[in-house]
């Protein structure tokens, strides 16, 4: 019997072949989870190991061909909650079950019989690939449960919106509470209009300082100023300008809005949407709203950001350019997230309108830091300052579809469309005109065909 099955049946009295067969066991336990048990233990608990093993295999290799394939379909199973609830269940029995099997292993190994010298090296070998193993499992838990809570912090529950006339349309917001004001204000506004099947892009800049801004049809703002906010100096707040409407909805008029918050949204935001609508004509389908004040923490998640910049910049100071604390100098610089958010936000020595430039650059340079390698290797920092830092309507169950559609847009150039002088006369727009920019700039070219 010792001589059919060694394994199982040992020469106990022999040190060399108790040495022996410890180091097969635990480097089986590596290799196929389960099967020290059933060549040399409780072979119940072995085959529920190697089926298990099995299984995870069968995953594993399915999900990477699937990837090499259709990546989008892996997008798509790990963005959406049920699926990460699954898989962070199941990373965590897996780490349990290794955790069972490994210490099964030690037990069936009889490290007393072993050579004294090499007890220590394969108890040592068995701990250290236990911590490797369930670790990484149990991490894998962790990460699906980050995973988990930021998407569902972050993105809508309802259900997709279609492409209208063949495109998406984003309103980008920069949100800053600042010193001084009555809740947050978006200093950056933006629309970016994405080609539904190419990824083609176009980002729209709008400037704060437009008057009057219209609304569009249907809005319940539009009942309220007719011939745009702003007209005639009329407005309830201090000053008349774009980005007040956010703040005024939100303190005086949110029940104009009363679905807002039911569709992950704000008043104030919905408002903004209507003003950007009635802005550039064009329909509107999800809003990206961004915390200035907590901005750089996703700047420092993703590594840092790097900018090539054209023009001396102060850090902090008041309108009069008192308080400085530092200054951005031109030429390429890896800016981590302080100095990032003030590469955005620094008007002083500038106006609004090259702030602006500068924040369509940064949106660009950090558009392109969002790659499959970077989010995976810094996915819970970047998740838990997405989460702090980012509103947005858009559905999570078309989250790998945008992930798609953005990996179309990165590889090609985004056009940008500025509303600014000397095009634009933000002190008398004319919105027939902007209409027919946009539209010019977002029609894609059609080829003449050949005579």
Request: glycine content about 8%.
């Amino acid at each position: 019997m010792t001589i059919a099955n060694p394994i199982r049946y040992p020469n106990a009295g022999s040190r060399a072949v108790m040495t022996r067969r410890g180091w097969w066991l635990v480097a089986l336990n590596l290799l196929l989870p389960g099967s020290a048990q059933v060549l040399a233990g409780n072979r119940k608990l072995g085959r529920f190991g190697l089926v298990s093993t099995f299984i995870l295999w069968a995953c594993v290799i399915a999900l990477i061909i699937t990837g090499l394939v259709k990546p989008t379909i892996v997008v798509g199973i790990f963005t959406q909650t049920a699926m990460l609830w699954l898989v962070q269940i199941l990373a965590f029995a897996y780490a349990v079950l290794w955790v069972v099997l490994t210490l099964d292993t030690l037990r069936l190994v009889r490290l007393v019989k072993a050579r004294p010298a090499a007890r220590a090296g394969i108890a040592a070998f068995a701990v250290v690939l236990l911590a490797v193993v369930s670790g990484t499992a149990a991490y894998g838990a962790v990460l699906a449960g980050s995973a988990r809570g930021a998407l569902s912090g972050i993105f809508s529950a309802a259900a997709s919106e279609p492409p209208v006339d063949g495109r998406y349309n984003i309103m980008l917001l920069g949100g800053d509470a600042g010193p001084g004001r009555d809740g947050m204000r978006p200093d950056s506004m933006s629309v970016l209009s994405i080609d539904a099947s190419t990824g083609q892009a176009v980002s729209i800049g709008v400037p704060r300082d437009l008057d009057p801004v219209p609304f569009s049809d249907g809005s319940p703002m539009k009942k309220i100023y007719p011939n745009g906010y702003g007209y005639d100096d009329y407005c309830d707040v201090d000053v008349c300008q774009l980005n007040s409407i956010y703040t005024e909805v939100e303190l005086y008029k949110p029940k104009l809005y009363p679905d807002a918050t039911k569709h992950n949204s704000e008043p104030g935001i919905e408002a903004m949407r209507d003003a950007l609508e009635g802005v550039t004509g064009l329909k509107i389908q999800y809003y990206v709203l961004i915390d200035m004040e907590g901005f750089s923490q996703l700047v420092d998640a993703l590594g840092g950001v790097t900018i090539d910049v054209k023009e001396k910049l102060p850090i902090g100071g008041d309108a009069q350019g008192n308080g400085v604390t530092g200054w951005i100098y031109p030429g390429k610089q890896h800016m981590n997230g302080y100095t990032a958010q003030w590469y955005a936000r620094s008007r002083e020595s500038t106006s609004d309108y090259d702030r602006m430039a500068r924040q369509r650059i940064l949106e660009d340079a950090i558009l392109k830091q969002f790659t499959p390698v970077n989010v995976a290797t810094k996915f819970q920092d970047i998740a838990k300052a997405g989460s702090q830092v980012v509103k947005t309507d858009i559905p999570q169950s078309m989250l790998a579809y945008f992930v798609d559609l953005g990996s179309k847009t990165r590889s090609q150039q985004v056009q940008n469309l500025e509303l600014v002088p000397p095009t634009v006369d933000p002190t008398d727009p004319d919105y027939t005109q902007i209409h027919s920019m946009v539209k010019k700039a977002v029609t894609p070219p059609t080829s003449t065909p050949t005579p």
